[in-house]
């Protein structure tokens, strides 16, 4: 990316864009465009062609979802398709329309079927079925990245994307109907200490084997392609994981510990909150192209669990 040029940040106010954010500012970029949900709302195909319009963007990280848990996707899968098409659909046109110069479109690890071949290789995108628990989600996601690359086919953008795993660390949602695995687990274990309750109980079985990456190394690695690849050189999309796998047993045990609860550990033993059984990228053509993770789970557990006892 060129020095103080425009840089359109979506999400901002999440997990993700405050880390990307503060890594951005650190970096000498103060020309950022930080548009908050009230400000813009989305899924508003004019109010996003306006703003677009009017602020010219030069460089954007389309980091805006509505995201969450097993049991929110579950609830809602209409919500979690429907508002993620608008939103990336509507980011992605206007940027083409208006000769943005590169985008990234941050995805997920739900694109990829549910008996997947582990670990999962960027090609096996749209070899089987999708995890009926966050098939809305997981839809959503791979029309934003099929869009990227018809757009880089037909118009020649320069629209690039990249397939994380969960992630987690400070600013994520805790306690609430979004959160994810993690901060659902240290919001419990918390709980449950401050309390003095004797049993926590987790849905699932634990079985589920799940990869990990701190927020900051995903940062890491939306600037680390954004200024160093362009997507003839990447190709339709990269896997940026951790390459650390964990059950969800063994991950609440850590957890656990981490946090000093003493109590007892108990899964409902319900399957179906399971979700795929397991989740794990090839991160191989990331190392290849120069990008690796730098935390540990348990590095980053306990910098996560520390600015949550501190800010909760």
């Given at each position: 990316?060129?020095?103080?040029?425009?840089?359109l940040?979506?999400?901002?106010?999440?997990?993700?864009?405050?880390?990307?954010?503060?890594?951005?500012?650190?970096?000498?970029?103060?020309?950022?465009?930080?548009?908050?949900?009230?400000?813009?709302?989305?899924?508003?195909?004019?109010?996003?062609?306006?703003?677009?319009e009017?602020?010219?963007?030069?460089?954007?990280?389309?980091?805006?979802?509505?995201?969450?848990?097993?049991?929110?996707?579950?609830?809602?899968?209409?919500?979690?398709?429907?508002?993620?098409?608008?939103?990336?659909?509507?980011?992605?046109?206007?940027?083409?329309?208006?000769?943005?110069?590169?985008?990234?479109?941050?995805?997920?690890?739900?694109?990829?079927?549910?008996?997947?071949?582990?670990?999962?290789?960027?090609?096996?995108?749209?070899?089987?079925?999708?995890?009926?628990?966050?098939?809305?989600?997981?839809?959503?996601?791979?029309?934003?990245?099929?869009?990227?690359?018809?757009?880089?086919?037909?118009?020649?953008?320069?629209?690039?994307?990249?397939?994380?795993?969960?992630?987690?660390?400070?600013?994520?949602?805790?306690?609430?109907?979004?959160?994810?695995?993690?901060?659902?687990?240290?919001?419990?274990?918390?709980?449950?200490?401050?309390?003095?309750?004797?049993?926590v109980?987790?849905?699932?079985?634990?079985?589920?084997?799940?990869?990990?990456?701190?927020?900051?190394?995903?940062?890491?690695?939306m600037?680390?392609?954004?200024?160093?690849?362009?997507?003839?050189k990447?190709?339709?999309?990269?896997?940026?994981?951790?390459?650390?796998?964990?059950?969800i047993?063994?991950?609440a045990?850590?957890?656990?510990?981490?946090?000093?609860?003493?109590g007892?550990?108990?899964?409902?033993?319900?399957?179906?909150?399971?979700?795929?059984?397991?989740?794990?990228?090839?991160?191989?053509?990331?190392?290849?192209?120069?990008w690796?993770?730098?935390?540990?789970?348990?590095?980053?557990?306990?910098?996560?669990?520390?600015?949550?006892?501190?800010?909760?």
């Amino acid at each position: 990316m060129e020095k103080g040029k425009k840089i359109l940040v979506t999400g901002s106010n999440g997990m993700v864009g405050k880390s990307l954010v503060k890594r951005l500012r650190e970096e000498g970029e103060n020309n950022l465009l930080l548009p908050s949900s009230k400000e813009l709302d989305l899924r508003n195909q004019k109010d996003v062609e306006n703003y677009f319009e009017i602020n010219k963007p030069e460089y954007v990280f389309h980091l805006a979802a509505k995201v969450g848990g097993i049991a929110a996707n579950m609830a809602a899968p209409t919500e979690f398709l429907y508002d993620n098409l608008a939103m990336e659909t509507n980011v992605i046109m206007s940027a083409r329309k208006n000769s943005v110069k590169k985008l990234l479109f941050l995805g997920s690890s739900c694109i990829y079927p549910r008996e997947c071949e582990q670990p999962m290789k960027e090609e096996s995108l749209l070899t089987g079925k999708l995890e009926p628990t966050n098939e809305g989600y997981a839809l959503a996601k791979i029309c934003g990245l099929k869009l990227c690359e018809y757009s880089n086919r037909q118009y020649g953008t320069d629209f690039i994307n990249l397939m994380p795993p969960n992630i987690y660390g400070p600013n994520d949602h805790f306690g609430s109907e979004s959160s994810h695995v993690v901060s659902a687990q240290i919001t419990k274990f918390n709980d449950a200490k401050t309390q003095g309750k004797e049993v926590v109980e987790l849905w699932g079985t634990g079985n589920a084997k799940r990869e990990f990456l701190f927020v900051e190394d995903a940062t890491d690695a939306m600037v680390y392609f954004m200024n160093n690849y362009p997507a003839d050189k990447i190709g339709p999309f990269v896997n940026i994981g951790s390459g650390e796998e964990v059950s969800i047993k063994d991950l609440a045990y850590l957890v656990k510990e981490i946090i000093g609860y003493n109590g007892e550990l108990k899964f409902n033993q319900d399957p179906k909150m399971d979700g795929m059984p397991r989740k794990l990228l090839d991160n191989s053509k990331a190392a290849n192209l120069g990008w690796k993770a730098k935390t540990s789970l348990k590095d980053g557990l306990e910098k996560t669990i520390e600015w949550y006892l501190k800010n909760k």
